[in-house]
């Protein structure tokens, strides 16, 4: 169940950071754009599982030394590679600049989910 709403409160900020910002597209309509939203947060999840801790112990000298803030980087570089690998599995999802859109998206996605997070019920309740 944990996992499901993991997925929802990242289709929610990805949906967020989507319409905030013109440089992140969500292709497909009606129920095509839900799967494909549903998907990109799939990948997006499966990739802060696994690609981001291994990038996080490579970069702990800099983010370090930045006072944490290498880390917005880093979930940058995972929103890039989720629209790489969304593009080569077939979804149509698309980050224009890594620097302006993956790195404002990066920020509005780790707010967003912050505030899903609070709002979904835990584990424990």
């Known amino acids: 169940m944990k996992m499901i709403l993991t997925i929802v409160a990242n289709a929610v900020a990805i949906w967020v950071a989507a319409y905030l910002l013109d440089g992140i597209q969500i292709g497909g309509e009606g129920s095509r754009f839900f799967l494909t939203l549903l998907g990109v947060a799939v990948v997006f999840g499966v990739l802060n599982a696994i690609v981001k801790p291994i990038l996080k112990l490579l970069s702990l000298p800099l983010i370090v030394l930045s006072l944490g803030l290498f880390l917005f980087i880093l979930n940058a570089l995972m929103l890039a590679l989720t629209s790489w690998l969304a593009g080569a599995i077939g979804l149509d999802f698309h980050v224009d600049s890594f620097f302006w859109d993956a790195v ?22």
């Open 104 to 125: 404002l998206g990066a920020i509005i996605i780790s707010a967003v989910s912050l505030v899903v997070d609070m709002l979904l019920p835990d584990a424990r309740d």
